[in-house]
């Protein structure tokens, strides 16, 4: 049993005070507590097309690439594995919705929604800053929009999404234990772009 | 650092995968016939060729897939790279470890 807490703390709540501290063209904040669904199916199954019904959108099949509606985001993860991303609270929801849809088909839906954490990064110097620690080129013309990838981020594993063409909008989900380590080489590979040295 | 082509995710960096040996080893058809030298030469015993061998990664750090690759172990080139249950392309003839096989099955 788990204990019900009245407070929930997120991984990188400390945090915020940092991220107001960083240069004027680049905007890290968390988003926590997301509703996270794995999903594990076979692609070409009827499985596959009772869970698009259900999501809104046919799961992506192109490696390395995420589709969604405003209510819920599919990420490739692998040939026959996706994660499931909504806003916070969805987890039951989504989570009946699509064992309803599966049926007796073979699937399988499990929250890991406490699995990771998300932080936004945004402004015109996100894809200098995480190009000091990840070696995915994210360059429009590699990684435009919809680009979902499974990486390392200054060692840390990071599933990284590309939220528009320009790449000023990136999304990293990191696992709790090392979103502290990740906050905090982001903070110091910004360090440099402040207007006036500390 | 070294790329290595994964099947799945493309060009990634070497720090990301995980070495899993040689790959196309076969399991034994009847392992309870064999004799302990014999159930030795299958589990630890693996070919060691200067030149192109057929062995298993891991994407570990990205989509966690397995699949075979043809390296060269004299330049560390990658070859080829094929999903899992693929056969490796007949043009570079890895040392594939089928001779081993029979003779653990012998």
């Not at chain 1, 969604?68 to 990420?75: Q, R, S, Y």
């Not at chain 1, 064992?99 to 110097?125: C, M, P």
């Not at chain 1, 979902?148 to 990293?172: E, F, I, K, M, P």
């Amino acid at each position: 049993m788990t204990v019900e807490t009245s407070i929930r703390l997120s991984p990188l709540a400390d945090w915020a005070a940092a991220f107001d501290q960083l240069p004027a063209d680049i905007q890290v904040r968390e988003m926590p507590f997301r509703t996270q669904l794995s999903l594990r199916l076979d692609a070409d199954g009827p499985a596959a097309a009772s869970v698009a019904e259900v999501i809104g959108v046919a799961l992506p099949t192109a490696p390395c690439t995420f589709v969604g509606t405003d209510e819920v985001e599919a990420l490739w993860l692998g040939p026959d594995e996706w994660l499931l991303v909504a806003p916070p609270g969805r987890q039951a929801q989504l989570q009946d919705a699509l064992r309803a849809a599966i049926g007796d088909e073979f699937g399988t839906v499990t929250d890991v929604s406490a699995q990771r954490t998300t932080l936004r990064v945004s402004g015109s110097l996100t894809r200098e800053v995480l190009a000091r620690g990840c070696a995915i080129d994210l360059h429009p013309q590699v990684s435009p929009g919809g680009t979902c990838v499974q990486t390392q981020l200054a060692q840390a594993g990071v599933v990284l999404l590309v939220r528009d063409d320009a790449a000023t909008s990136v999304w990293l989900l990191i696992r709790p234990s090392f979103a502290p380590y990740v906050a905090s080489w982001l903070v110091d590979a910004c360090t440099e772009y402040r207007e006036e040295a500390p | 650092m070294q790329l290595i082509p994964c099947p799945w995710c493309g060009d990634r960096e070497e720090a990301e995968f995980h070495y899993g040996g040689q790959a196309h080893v076969a399991y034994p058809d009847d392992p309870h016939g064999l004799s302990d030298a014999q159930w030795a030469q299958f589990v630890f015993f693996r070919d060691n060729p200067k030149g192109p061998f057929a062995e298993r990664w891991m994407h570990a750090a990205g989509c966690r897939r397995w699949f075979n690759a043809v390296r060269d172990t004299a330049t560390h080139d990658l070859l080829a790279v094929y999903r899992t249950g693929q056969q490796p392309p007949q043009s570079i003839a890895p040392s594939t470890g089928q001779d081993q096989a029979q003779v653990a099955t012998a």
